[in-house]
């Protein structure tokens, strides 16, 4: 199946600074890309969805200006954490879709820890 | 958007064919039903995808009744590489539809033992 890769795979910062989450697809165009995450033991919840070149469509509860979403390209898109808080710590794991395809294809996640 | 409702755990044992059944009860026309795997630390992995009736590929087997109202994804002859969260999903596969967006439920965690 289609590669999706994430980068960095763990990242540990201090609370007050941002970081930045990057999600490629590697052998397609991804039209649309999704970001979750993930707290242990726990369901991935669906933060925001992304169509390239569109601003990101976030759900409720999640602030956008925290959580600032780019899709750039149709192999690139990233979130970045501002002024990250260790209540920010989690998994964060991005999809992403080609168009008119049903498959959703997940990339390897993210651990941010906030210290 | 389609809820699901699987069983929060389950065991068994290497060898035996595992089925875990989702519900669904307010599937829309569109949508599709899709399985993940998801070990720790990893993100989901793709099983299996089916619109009705029946689905086989190399891993498992997925089972839709003619109401679409649940589904059953069937592992046979299950290992302890096995053990993992299965994840339940139910959307339209349409791109760039509002519903096109993929809920996770809570999954079942599957525990296979020697």
């Known amino acids: 199946g289609a590669v999706v890769s994430q980068h960095p795979s763990r990242v540990i910062c201090k609370s007050g600074t941002s970081v930045k989450i990057e999600c490629r697809s590697l052998?397609?165009?991804?039209?649309?890309m999704f970001w979750y995450r993930q707290f242990p033991k726990k369901s991935l919840m669906l933060m925001a969805t992304?169509?390239?070149?569109?601003?990101?469509?976030?759900e409720q509860g999640v602030e956008k200006d925290k959580f600032l979403i780019n899709h750039a390209s149709l192999t690139l898109s990233t979130l970045t954490v501002t002024s990250a808080h260790p209540e920010d710590s989690s998994f964060y794991i991005c999809?992403?879709?080609?168009?008119?395809?049903?498959?959703?294809?997940f990339g390897p996640g993210t651990r941010l820890t906030v210290l | 958007l389609a809820k699901t409702t699987q069983p929060i755990s389950m065991d068994s044992y290497e060898g035996q064919e595992v089925n875990i059944t989702c519900s669904h009860n307010?599937?829309?026309?569109?949508?599709?039903i899709t399985w993940y795997q998801q070990f720790p630390s990893q993100g989901p992995r793709f099983i299996i995808q089916?619109?009705?009736t029946k689905v086989t590929n190399e891993v498992a087997s997925l089972f839709i009744p003619a109401d679409r109202k649940s589904s059953t994804l069937s592992l046979p002859r299950v290992s302890l590489s096995d053990t993992a969260v299965y994840y339940c999903?139910?959307?339209?596969?349409?791109?760039?539809?509002?519903?096109?967006?993929?809920?996770f439920g809570s999954g079942t965690r599957l525990s296979i033992r020697p």
């Open positions: 999809s992403a879709r080609s168009g008119g395809y049903n498959e959703q294809f």
């Open positions: 307010n599937i829309a026309t569109n949508d599709y």
């Open positions: 089916g619109y009705k």
């Open positions: 992304s169509n390239e070149g569109s601003k990101a469509t976030y």
């Open positions: 999903l139910v959307g339209d596969p349409v791109s760039g539809s509002s519903a096109s967006k993929i809920i």
């Open positions: 052998d397609f165009q991804a039209t649309t």
